[in-house]
């Protein structure tokens, strides 16, 4: 039989039949494969993991095939348990995949410490954001007679003065002391007084 014979064959066109079907099932068996290992069209909602121990992360995680990553502890943050999730990545209610890491920042134990900055003789404007970005806060406002008006005279914690340098726990409230712009306080009434014509004594008469 010659190779033009045998190309318009049924026996040809049988095996090229058989070929195809051959590939078909491979390719199907394949793709379920692919499925099953990368578990493909499944994902798995991040539960809300805020305020959970690295130990309570751990088993509830567990429970959806998911794993963490605890990058770090962050600064002390009051609305949160000690040692408790402050942040993660992917957030809450993302579709993800089986096997997905899911990246924790975890809360300190409590308020670190600070260095009380030079406020003296600086207005109350350039002493706020000074104090904002050490992780404290401006307390009560006192003033006092001083010519320097919303100048910082003093800095206090709870009733005790403060000198430059002075450690206290973030998020403290410093309370401070500003000039009011005048020099004294004048009394109106003496001030009235200073003002009026003095009466004059008429003297008796000689007797």
């Avoid at 026996?11 to 070929?19: K, R, W």
């Avoid at 068996?29 to 305020?51: C, R, S, Y």
């Avoid at 207005?123 to 970005?133: D, F, G, N």
């Amino acid at each position: 039989m010659s190779l033009r014979q045998y190309l318009t064959s049924r026996v040809f066109f049988v095996q090229i039949l058989i070929a195809f079907a051959i590939i078909a099932v491979l390719g199907y068996l394949f793709m379920h494969w692919l499925t099953f290992t990368t578990d493909h069209g499944h994902e798995i909602a991040v539960p809300n993991l805020a305020k959970l121990t690295e130990e309570q992360v751990e088993e509830k995680l567990d429970e959806l095939d998911l794993d963490y990553v605890l990058l770090d502890s962050v600064d002390y943050r009051s609305q949160f348990p000690k040692y408790s999730v402050v942040e993660q990545d992917p957030l809450p209610g993302t579709k993800v995949k089986v096997g997905r890491k899911i990246y924790i920042k975890i809360n300190s134990s409590g308020f670190s410490s600070v260095k009380i900055p030079d406020l003296i003789e600086k207005t109350y404007r350039e002493a706020v954001p000074t104090l904002k970005a050490l992780g404290l806060e401006a307390g009560t406002i006192t003033y006092i007679p001083n010519l320097g008006k919303d100048m910082v005279l003093e800095m206090r914690y709870k009733g005790r003065n403060l000198k430059v340098g002075d450690r206290v726990l973030k998020a403290s409230k410093i309370d401070l002391v500003l000039g009011d712009g005048k020099a004294t306080y004048v009394d109106d009434s003496q001030a009235a007084d200073s003002l009026a014509t003095p009466e004059t004594e008429t003297p008796k008469d000689e007797q």
